[in-house]
Nanobody
Framework: QVQLVESGGGLVQAGGSLRLSCVAS????????VGWFRQTPGKEREFVAG????????YYADSVKGRLTISRDNAKSTVYLQMNSLKPEDTAVYYC???????????????????WGQGTQVTVSS
């Protein structure tokens, strides 16, 4: 079993920055791709960013490219999401995820996720 615990969410003005962190328990973190999804009320969860097990490749939704950066520290079993130039439309609950070992490359559908964190709220005011 893996537990994912997010932190770092909060309220920020448009144009501001936040850094989300997600600490994983269990021994599979360092061998798996991890990422972030987000969800707003009435909408399905959408992919935000992903990173391969060794950090060699990263993937982003078009809506966040150039503003959000994903990184990981396997020694600390932690994945980060640096969020800059935030916009009101970035307001959502952000979830840390561990992707299934049976998926690779650019495939980041919600159905490919093995584990979800509990989520952290990010609110961007205009």
């Amino acid at each position: 079993q893996v537990q994912l615990v997010e932190s770092g969410g909060g309220l920020v003005q448009a144009g501001g920055s936040l850094r989300l962190s997600c600490v994983a328990s269990g021994r599979t973190f360092s061998s798996r791709a991890v990422g972030w999804f987000r969800q707003t009320p009435g909408k399905e969860r959408e992919f935000v960013a992903g990173i391969t097990w060794n950090g060699g490749s990263t993937y982003y939704a078009d809506s966040v490219k150039g503003r959000l950066t994903i990184s990981r520290d396997n020694a600390k079993s932690t994945v980060y999401l640096q969020m800059n130039s935030l916009k009101p439309e970035d307001t959502a609950v952000y979830y840390c995820v561990l992707r299934s070992q049976y998926y690779g490359g650019v495939y980041w559908a919600a159905s490919a996720v093995d584990y979800w964190g509990q989520g952290t709220q990010v609110t961007v005011s205009s």
